[in-house]
């Protein structure tokens, strides 16, 4: 199909992309890579009349280290992230995640801030910031604010972010000394995560867990941290058992949803199964 009319903008700096979205916060979208915005207006799921297109602002596609910290640009590509050798060194599970995102198109052309922005509840970036307690932030007219990652998303694609607000970056710890791993149960034709889990795990010379972070995706209308697994590992012996035990934790209190993929049962399964898969893959190295 064909998306219906609209006005386009191309911003040539961000204080010109905030005061566009300022000047038409109840009917402008925001494009950054149009990975996810442009199926929904193509399908008229979505038909902004006004489009503000801030994937030409350099100013907003890095990755560095700042203050021991890995700094991440809202613009900056799955792509990007998953080739990053200080990504990939320092903080190695957000490239373990991007790398499956989609297909190779989506990787080239999808941004990081899109995806977060855009909270797809099957998304899969979602569940390694969780578990890496990343940090986001939010630029809008009254300046600029930090949002942990736990308050980030709120429910299906609807997140904390104010209406005349932009996504500029994320901002994640160095994990030296941890173990890492995402895994994720997905249609091959989609790459959308009906299960996702994100692993970011710690433990001593004896196998005991000395921290352990869970970050779930696809199982609920939001990503979220499986506290309760995380709190039964924590100070026990890594073995099977105490994994599956654990593992079993993972949907209690949590409403699974159901879709042409998978019932509420079948997603709660599965997300065990993934949790205890992707503990044992991050302890493998």
Not at 169 to 182: L, M, N
Not at 249 to 262: H, K, P, R, S, W
Request: hydrophobic share 45%; glycine share 8%.
């Amino acid at each position: 199909m064909i998306p219906g009319a609209f006005d386009y903008h191309a911003p040539a700096s961000l204080e010109e992309a905030l005061s566009l979205l300022s000047a038409n916060v109840d009917d402008a979208k925001v494009l950054a890579g149009g990975q996810s915005l442009l199926p929904l207006m193509k399908l008229r799921l979505a038909k902004p009349e006004v489009i503000i297109d801030i994937g030409g602002l350099a100013e907003l596609n890095y990755i560095r280290e700042e203050d021991g910290r890995i700094a991440i640009g809202a613009l900056a590509t799955y792509t990007d992230v998953a080739e990053s050798e200080l990504i990939r060194s320092r903080c190695p599970l957000l490239a373990q995640t991007a790398v499956v995102v989609g297909d190779v198109q989506v990787r080239n052309r999808g941004t990081i801030g899109g995806g977060l922005a855009h909270a797809d509840p099957a998304e899969d970036l979602p569940a390694a910031i969780l578990a890496l307690d990343a940090e986001l932030k939010a630029i809008g007219p009254d300046g600029e604010r930090w949002i942990p990652a736990r308050e980030f998303f709120i429910t299906m694609l609807t997140t904390s972010l104010m209406p005349e607000e932009l996504l500029t970056g994320i901002r994640v710890p160095a994990c030296d000394g941890y173990k890492s791993a995402y895994r994720k149960a997905s249609r091959q034709a989609a790459g959308f995560a009906i299960v996702g889990v994100a692993v970011c795990l710690k433990e001593s010379a004896e196998g005991v867990c000395e921290d352990i972070a869970i970050g779930v995706t696809g199982v609920a209308d939001v990503a979220f941290r499986a506290e309760k697994v995380e709190a039964a590992l924590r100070g026990q012996n890594l073995d099977d058992t105490a994994i599956e035990r654990a593992a079993a934790l993972v949907t209690d209190g949590i409403d699974a949803i159901e879709d042409v993929n998978a019932t509420p049962a079948y997603r709660s399964h599965l997300a065990q199964v993934y949790v205890e898969t992707t503990i044992q893959a991050a302890r493998a190295g």
